[in-house]
């Protein structure tokens, strides 16, 4: 018996659930969280006022990606942390991105 090929349908990424911005006291806790779907699964990248973040461009920054949740934690935020994030999430079928502010106050 000849198997039919199951031909894997491509998505390009949407934001089920965009960036929300973010209003954290100094010393406290910051997180952004976002859905994404997309098939294949797509890649995600975090960025801060157009920089790619990183552990090293960001010490302590917690970052993760698990069943289409993006999830990005700042432990103890400063006044410097306050700008522009956002998340970009890439596939074969293109790309999506999301962005939100963070103030400390």
Same mark, same amino acid.
């Given at each position: 018996m000849d198997k039919v090929p199951t031909i894997?349908?491509?998505q390009a990424p949407t934001f089920t659930q965009p960036l929300q911005s973010v209003v954290a006291l100094e010393g406290s806790a910051a997180t952004f969280q976002a859905r994404v779907s997309g098939s294949p699964v797509p890649e995600v990248s975090w960025f801060r006022d157009g920089q790619v973040l990183s552990a090293a *461009?960001?010490? +302590?920054?917690q970052i993760s990606f698990s069943d289409g949740r993006a999830v990005l934690t700042i432990p103890a935020v400063?006044?410097?942390?306050?700008?522009?994030?956002?998340?970009? *999430?890439?596939? +074969?079928?293109g790309q999506a991105t999301s962005t939100a502010e963070l103030?400390?106050?």
């Open positions: 894997m349908s491509t *461009a960001l010490p +302590g920054v400063t006044a410097a942390h306050s700008g522009r994030f956002s998340i970009r *999430a890439t596939n +074969g079928a103030l400390v106050t």
